[in-house]
């Protein structure tokens, strides 16, 4: 089967990084497909945590409520020392603020966070197309042809662009010949299981700390009977996972002859991986998530990595296909391989330090939240701009509670959520240049706010009484900052402020041979 219309983008992977990509282009209107290998929504607890910043990314998509009433907050960890159970707090537990509303990591198994991403695309009337397994990809300058093999045959697919969210395994990332640096140490193994456990209390994330690098551990997972069992062998020992076996494994390495697994949902044997992929993108295709970094599941970051990697790629391919440079794909790989590199640094210092019985291994804090991650100094957001006093280009922008026309509380967040860029004019001058800035009426359009001072133009006119933006943001003049789609600051203006927007718009934009000065609206490309 041939179809002759090309599609936007086809999607090959249906995870998380996948899905969330797959959300992200249904809510701009792409054309688009999404096929995955298995017949099924992973099944298994695998990737058990959620940080605030993929919290943040989940909200605008639609999909947090669906998470958040599926997960909890961690417990302490109880680390078990012969007859003793110390409590250890592997992360404070933090009340929300006006700038981080999410501020704690959340335990959710990876099925529940599938299955609410899946549910998101769905509700946007889309669909992942089980059994469907990649076969050959070609391009040429403008299409890329997938063979693809379903349960109705082979089917050709042409697409202007591919994304490959098929895991570490990637047949996309083998398929165009990319090579993924690292190491893998077939002799350090760990089972995974998910099972019913009984003899255990449900308050404790347990650990078994043993000698050289052995260890058990059992994470209750939320809203069930079911505890995540890790426990990593030794060099000669083989990864039997038969319930009779993992009994007698699980006594013998805790002591406990009161606990008892059974009714086993979910097992794994686990190698740790290390690898970057040498590049995110050749030609028309493009690799995320797993298919381009792999990490220990020291620190969780792997999920959460790859479904940034979809949420900086989405707006981008939209952009493209509206019309704007294309060179703007380029910023995918240049903004988000480093960002894997640093992660996999640190989930790499965390494993090898929990092999070592290092306490400070089990502390999470701002650097696995993910929080602090920022493109400054890339191609979208030079270091030589201009800055507030907290805030620079390139930084996650943070919410703030400000106050509407009416008098009622309004979240920032709440207005950004969309899939369009934001204009937030703090002051006078800003407020002028806001009026006069113009935007193109194709692709992702523009949401204009003005804080403190009435604009002829904003849709949103809100105070700072409290002065919660004003502090959050470092803002002690007139200033106009862009949001981007994503969530992070495309550009900050504190001088010259109309043409300096202007030029920073540029960049990220159609053409502005037809533009409008006019508030956010379904473009050809984008819905605000």
Sequence with gaps: MIRNKPLDVLVIGAGPTGTTLAIDLARRNLDFRVVNKSDHVFGGSRAKGV?????????????????LT???????????????????RMMRNRQPRADVPYPNTWLIPQSSTDRALHDRLEQLGHHVEFATELVELRQDSDLVTAQVSGPDGTEEITARYVVGADGGSSTVRKQLGIDFTGSTDEHDRMIIVDAVTTGLSRDRWHMWPRLKGKFAGACPLPHSDLFQWMIRLAADEEPVLDEARLNERIHSVTGNQGITLSDIQWTSVFRPNIRLAESYRQGRVFIAGDAAHVHTPAGAQGLNTGIQDAYNLGWKLAQVLAGADPALLD??????????????GLSTKNYAGMAKLDPSSLKRGKDEQQLVLTYFGGPLAPAHSNRTTTLRVGDRTPDAILTASDGKHVRLFEVLRGPHFTALAHGQLAVHALD???????????????????AARAGHA?????GTLTSVYGLTKDTLLLVRPDGYIGHIATE???TNTRTAVQAMTPSAASSTVSEASPGKKGVA
Excluded at 76 to 85: E, F
């Design 51 to 67: 940080q605030p910043r993929t919290l943040e990314v989940l909200e605008d998509l639609g999909a947090l409520d669906s998470v």
């Design 496 to 498: 010259d402020i109309l």
């Design 70 to 88: 599926a997960g909890s907050t961690y417990p302490l960890l109880g680390i078990h020392a012969g007859p003793l159970t110390v409590p250890w």
């Design 331 to 344: 910023t995918y790989e240049s903004e988000r391989m480093p960002i894997a590199a640093e992660v996999l």
């Design 436 to 454: 006069q800035l113009e935007w193109p009426t194709t692709g992702a359009q523009l949401k204009r706010i003005a804080v403190g001072s009435a």
């Design 462 to 466: 809100l105070t700072d009484p409290a």
